[in-house]
């Protein structure tokens, strides 16, 4: 049988629900403002605040591409000739990463997390970490050579940091499509030596 919480933690538990709910609010009220009704988020937020201005930007960005929130969601991958071009123009990224990466997957190894690793188009060049084969997302995902920028599969960690060039991180309806706003994701993106940017990584 399992010990109780302590009591003095039940208020610390009992907030975090509180913003936790809040936010998922707020993700919505943004959602409907920019997705359906084409208004600035911050127009359905008056009296609160939505710390995540960008997000607008990608949902935006998705929306000039074409794309509509409840469309069905395809991981392609990139035209058939491409992939070994992409192995090819990215193999100094990916052997920079993989040191990284391989520490990362180490890491992570008890969870069902993994590491990808992008070129600056949001093409899947690596990835790392316990892969579960059954689930067909995540080995659709985890395919080098899948598209995964935001013109293709909608605001994600990588297509935002691509977009954005900096970290973030994605709670639920965060995700533009409705069929990814089940899950929470994190990317940065990567710079090379020049200070361009070469990649980026979720």
Avoid: K
């Avoid at 939505?50 to 469309?71: K, T």
């Amino acid at each position: 049988m399992g010990n109780p919480a302590p009591a003095s933690n039940a208020p610390m538990n009992i907030a975090a629900a509180g913003a936790a709910d809040h936010r998922l609010r707020q993700i919505e009220r943004a959602r409907h403002a920019v997705l359906q009704e084409g208004r600035p988020a911050t127009a359905a937020l008056v009296g609160g605040w939505y710390e995540n201005a960008w997000i607008e930007r990608s949902w935006r960005r998705c929306l000039s591409c074409g794309l509509r929130p409840q469309d069905s969601v395809v991981f392609d991958l990139i035209a058939a000739q491409q992939p070994r071009r992409i192995e090819e123009a990215n193999h100094a990224l990916a052997a920079a990463a993989r040191p990284v990466l391989e520490q990362l997957e180490r890491a992570i190894a008890s969870t069902r997390y993994f590491a990808l690793l992008t070129n600056q188009d949001g093409v899947v060049v690596d990835a790392h970490g316990p892969i579960e084969r059954s689930e067909r997302r995540a080995t659709l995902i985890t395919r080098p050579g899948v598209d995964l920028s935001e013109c293709s599969v909608g605001t994600t960690a990588i297509g935002a940091a691509l977009g954005e060039l900096h970290p973030v991180w994605l709670h639920r309806g965060e995700h533009f499509f409705q069929a990814t706003s089940c899950y929470s994701c994190a990317g940065a993106p990567l710079f090379g030596p020049d200070g361009a940017c070469a990649g980026s990584w979720t």
